[in-house]
Structure formats: C-alpha cells, structure tokens
C-alpha cells in the first residue's frame, strides 16, 4: 500500500472512531447572540397604567387644569364651569380618565360638573392642597369633597413644596393625610415639587406615594437641568412612587415642539402619566393624536 493511501486510509478511521466515542465530544461553541433591533413602541393617551404601587388604574394622559394656575385661576378655569366640563368629558369620550385639579386652580367647579356625568368610580380625580399646618390640611379635605362633590378622593398632593427638609418641616400635615387614608377619605396622597431638594426629599421619602414632577427636553419651568432631574425620577421609579410628568410642553415654551417634547417624556421609561392641559377641543384632540403618533425605541 502506498504511504498516500495509507495515510489517508488510516485518518478515515481514526475519524470515524474519534466521531463515534462519547469520550471524544466534539467541543460546543456559544454562538454570538444576536439581539434583533427594538420595535418602536407605540403609546396612545388613554392607555391604562397604574400609578406607582397605588394600585390606581387611570389614563396615560392626564387632563390639566391649571396652566397658569394661580390665585384660585387658570386659562382653563377662564372657559368658565360649562367649557372647562365640556372639554373634561369631551376627552373622556376619548378615554381619558384622569383630571388633574387643584384648590390654587379654582378648577373644583369646574370638574365637579363634569363629574356629574360620568361614573364616579370610572374617574381618577387628582387635587392639590396649599396646607403647611394640620388644620388647613384637615379643613381642605372636608372643602375640597364639598367643592367636587364627591366623598373621596383618588389623589391628594401637598402643593408646590420647595423646601429640602419639608418631610420634617410638615410631617404633621403628611400625617393629616396619611389619616385620611386609612378613613378611605384618599386612596393616595403625595406631593409636587418646585425644587431639586424638594424633589430629592420626595425620593427618599417612604410616605411620597405620588410625585407630580417636572420634566421636558429644555429645562424650562424645571427644578433643574433635565439629566439631573432625570437621575432623580429614576431613584423614585425604582422605589416604586407613582410618577406624574408635568410641564411637558415647558409651560408653552415647547408649544411649537410639541412631538419633540411628547417622545422626551415618553422615552424616558420613568413616567406612568402625564397632565398636559388643553384649552379647546381642538387643541386636546390634537395632543391626542400627537401622542398616537409618537413612536419612541424599546
């Protein structure tokens, strides 16, 4: 037999036996995962989310009442009791759930009307409180019920806080509604935040169940720059609070940048909803179909 041919006969066999024994195995290699690229994720304004770990169920999109809310006055409230409930229940018909009100607004009138249409218990009716003592605090609550004509309330938050050591500074007030919790009067109580301290307080804070906080892509009306305030929402997520996004359109600023400003708040991954007051059915309807029409990378 030539030395080729022995060779080449001999290889043969040893590979046949060599794939045949288990003692010889051929070696696995981990194949490179490929991840296929995200899906964009599509949003619409009245998706069901959840608050936190309230266990409220309401709609991304909060109806606003408030734009320049001061002084028991809006640019909503100016559409006078009929077109401020008006405009409430048209975006209900729509889907939204969710009415976003304070005392500063003067808006109870306006969205105690619309609920006289509605199912009470189909609405998440949020409202604000000025209180920094437990008798204002007390007093609202019993106002506030009268004012909307309802018995309870979904969400009530302490107002405009600004001070870091607030947590300690009004714990007789959280305590005030950490009561009226446990009476059924609210089913969440919070806070809003007007400064990077305050809003930093609200974080740490075990008793912050819902935080309306302020967020868009330029800073504007904010407690800080947005990658700080980020950072901030991230800790509250992860700790489970229920994340409100206000200001999204820079109290007008962004009035002109409206899509850019919807896919910011919607990519961060941090906010559960958001209230963007509408001042015509025009306007709430266009920011309606904004937000269908936003797409934002998984």
Aim: overall charge neutral.
């Amino acid at each position: 037999m030539r030395r080729r041919e022995f060779i080449g006969r001999t290889a043969t066999a040893l590979g046949a036996a060599w794939l045949g024994s288990k003692a010889f195995d051929p070696p696995s290699f981990a194949l490179p995962s490929f991840t296929s690229p995200s899906l964009p994720t599509k949003f619409n304004a009245a998706d069901t989310i959840v608050l936190g770990h309230t266990g409220i169920k309401t709609s991304r999109l909060a109806m606003g009442t408030g734009t320049v809310g001061v002084g028991h006055h809006s640019h909503q409230t100016a559409l006078g009791i009929k077109g401020l409930s008006d405009l409430l229940l048209n975006g209900y018909d729509q889907g939204l759930r969710f009415f976003d009100s304070a005392d500063s607004y003067g808006s109870h009138p306006h969205v105690a009307e619309a609920l006289k249409h509605v199912p009470r218990d189909k609405v998440t009716v949020l409202t604000k409180t000025w209180a920094r003592d437990p008798a204002s605090a007390r007093a609202d609550l019993d106002r506030f019920r009268r004012e909307l004509g309802t018995d309870y309330l979904d969400v009530c938050l302490m107002h405009c806080l600004t001070e870091g050591d607030w947590t300690d500074r009004y714990k007789p007030v959280m305590d005030v509604l950490s009561e009226a919790k446990e009476k059924g009067i609210i089913r969440a109580h919070g806070c809003s935040c007007h400064s990077i301290d305050a809003l930093r307080a609200a974080a740490k804070s075990p008793w912050v169940e819902v935080d309306l906080v302020r967020i868009n892509p330029i800073g504007s009306h904010m407690d800080a720059d947005p990658s700080t305030v980020v950072s901030v929402l991230r800790e509250m997520k992860a700790k489970g609070k229920g994340i409100v996004g206000m200001k999204i359109l820079g109290e007008g600023d962004l009035r002109n940048r409206q899509d850019e400003a919807l896919k910011y708040a919607l990519s961060l991954g941090v906010l559960d909803a958001m209230t963007i007051g509408a001042e015509s059915k025009t306007e709430q309807e266009d920011l309606i179909r904004r937000m269908a029409a936003t797409q934002v990378n998984g």
